[in-house]
């Protein structure tokens, strides 16, 4: 994880090296290592380093092609390097290519198609100053950041933060009241792929590019999707289908091990962090490597919490060195600061993971991997109401009954006769249905918010939250076969991984997921549903995949409790030490019912759920925006 950021002028004008070193200082939490900028006419760029490959070190950028001028800066690591490097023709020791100069070489090889031959993690932006173009592009599940202003004719803008952008001076800070209401939603985070918390700020979507000629408009394409061809050489058995799972994670789980500083992973206990620290301190061991440093979050004073019980027991039997911060001694601590200086009100919801990035930061550990976001790899979609639509009434009713047995419910079969009935019923029917379900988790979103009536009017939440609806189930892609599904192009996951890059952020931790993995994403897609879930287990293949690894009652665990909503809680008690509805800042008054917030500070230790989380991250966030004399 580094940061980047640039200024483009379109209107003769040149850039002005003050505004870009602005950026660059708004950027330094992101790179610690070297921060850098160059401006040369109508252009200037900045990059701020964390060095955390190999080859980072072996150029600087913003790195500037000697004969062609072309400026690259890039917040990149890029796997699969030697494969990379014999396709561009490079031949010199891997290690010893930068990202700068690789990415250079793929865009004059393969154009606007360069992004889709990379493998890894990467926002980038290549500029050619003899035909004023400009490209740049994101990784598939959007893991890295990237955010632009951008007029045609005048300029555009572009960093890995909304802060660095609006740093420059010269983009306005007016707020998108619409993200200010889904903060205080929650629910809809996600919303879509594009929006900030700013109108004149854009997210770039995952797996896009976009490319400006000149003073022209500027064009944005989507190169991947999770669900493509079909590969060659599918597994064929359900054994060779798991032996296949376990290959496809330990190579993403290797190809983040990859470093020349500490690689550390998150440990919940489940069964995701629980796969990736055994892939990984194998890895280690086999190598004869020092333990794998593991961070996890513990609760030594409930013995009956499962999760500490089964963090115990994974380092215990896997080659790791464990860091635990336990919930009993943060509350004597003052870890909870870093509040103050979250890029947007959501990242306030995952206190558990601050405390582990703050503690892989505390001893020198950059890079951490993590769980997520697996759940979402091995979904299932509705197949009985397929298979039932196609006449395959036999694994039509297999198939319900095996979605409601691994959901524990009694009675799956009475469950599965009335999914099947359910798929019977006219489609008139089912949209009145998806309606009133839609309708009804509305109210109770609304009914448990802060958000004043005036802000839900304003920008039509109603109708926000059915946008995000719509895009829930418009991400589940199916091939036309039907042999494969996926939703990983969902809006609400790249929303979470960003969620994660911004907190590490702050602590200078650069998230490794592996799970949001390309070719595992390309694998998992054509995962048969009759192995995502089986015998009342979701996630069947990976734990069976797993299962030599794990200790096996972490391989079988089906309870999601999580130390997470403690952690929350624990840090929410700390910032409510008086009534926060006395002193609410302009414009939060107008996003917020004063009356609602005064009560729900008083009813905060008998109900720590009831919207006032969401409300006080947002005034901490009002608190610390940039200064009202550039909004």
């Not at 980072?56 to 004969?67: F, K, V």
């Not at 448990?448 to 892609?477: F, W």
Request: hydrophobic share 40%; aromatic share 8%; proline share 6%.
């Amino acid at each position: 994880m580094s940061g980047i950021a640039g200024h483009i002028r379109f209107d003769g004008e040149p850039v002005q090296a003050r505004g870009v070193a602005q950026m660059l200082r708004a950027l330094r939490r992101r790179g610690p290592d070297r921060q850098t900028m160059h401006c040369d006419g109508n252009a200037g760029f900045a990059q701020v380093l964390l060095a955390t490959t190999p080859e980072a070190n072996a150029e600087c950028q913003p790195w500037i092609h000697p004969g062609s001028g072309c400026v690259v800066v890039s917040d990149s690591r890029l796997d699969d390097r030697p494969r990379l490097l014999r396709e561009l023709g490079i031949d010199r020791p891997a290690d010893g290519v930068g990202d700068g100069e690789l990415l250079h070489t793929a865009w004059q090889r393969w154009g606007t198609r360069c992004a889709d031959r990379l493998r890894g993690d990467f926002a980038f932006v290549i500029w050619c100053p003899s035909q004023q173009t400009l490209y740049a592009a994101r990784d598939p599940m959007g893991v890295r950041p990237f955010v632009f202003h951008f007029i045609a004719g005048k300029h555009f803008v572009f960093g890995s933060t909304v802060e660095a952008v609006l740093a420059l001076g010269a983009v306005p800070a007016e707020i998108d009241e619409g993200r200010i209401a889904d903060a205080l939603f929650e629910e809809t985070e996600g919303i879509d792929l594009t929006t900030t918390f700013y109108r004149s700020v854009n997210r770039l979507p995952p797996a896009s590019w976009l490319f400006i000629e000149g003073t022209g408009a500027i064009q944005t394409r989507r190169y991947w999707s999770p669900v493509g061809d079909r590969p060659v050489g599918l597994p064929r058995t359900a054994e060779e289908w798991v032996e296949a799972q376990r290959e496809q994670l330990d190579r993403a789980v290797r190809r983040r091990l990859r470093s020349h500083r500490p690689v550390g992973s998150m440990l919940s206990g489940g069964l995701d962090s629980s796969s990736v620290v055994a892939l990984a301190s194998k890895a280690y061991e086999s190598a004869g490597q020092p333990p794998l440093p593991v961070f996890s979050a513990t609760n030594a004073g409930d013995p009956a919490c499962a999760e500490t019980a089964s963090i115990r027991a994974m380092l215990l039997q896997r080659h790791c060195n464990g860091t635990l911060v336990d919930l009993a001694s943060l509350l004597a601590s003052l870890a909870d600061d870093w509040w103050e200086s979250c890029h947007e009100p959501f990242d306030g919801s995952i206190t558990l993971a601050s405390c582990l990035y703050r503690a892989a930061s505390a001893q020198g550990v950059v890079s951490l991997m993590d769980g997520v976001p697996a759940d979402n790899l091995f979904v299932t979609g509705y197949p009985a109401r397929r298979l039932l639509w196609q006449g395959r009434l036999r694994e039509a009713w297999g198939a319900a009954l095996e979605q409601w047995a691994s959901q524990g419910v009694q009675s799956p079969g009475w469950h599965a006769l009335r999914t099947l009935a359910g798929c019977l019923a006219p489609t008139g029917i089912h949209a009145v249905r998806e309606q009133w379900k839609e309708a009804a988790e509305y109210r109770a979103l609304a009914a448990a918010s802060l958000a004043s009536g005036e802000l839900i009017r304003r920008v039509n939440m109603r109708e926000r939250y059915r946008r995000y609806r719509s895009a829930l189930r418009d991400s589940y892609q199916w091939h036309p076969s039907g042999e494969a599904l996926s939703c990983m192009a969902a809006p609400y996951i790249t929303a979470g991984l960003e969620r994660f890059n911004r907190v590490a952020s702050l602590f200078g931790v650069e998230p490794r997921p592996p799970f949001a993995d390309r070719d595992l994403i390309e694998f998992q897609a054509w995962v048969p549903l009759s192995l995502r879930g089986r015998d009342g287990h979701a996630k069947w293949i990976l734990r069976e995949a797993m299962q030599p690894l794990l200790p096996h009652h972490i391989a079988w665990r089906t309870d999601k409790s999580h130390l997470g909503g403690a952690f929350n809680r624990w840090v929410l008690t700390r910032h409510l030490k008086e009534d926060p509805s006395a002193d609410v800042p302009s414009p939060a008054r107008h996003w917020l019912d004063a009356s609602r917030l005064s009560n729900g500070f008083v009813q905060m230790e008998n109900d720590p759920t009831n919207g006032l989380a969401a409300a006080i991250r947002l005034l901490l966030w009002a608190n610390n925006r940039p200064p009202a004399s550039s909004l």
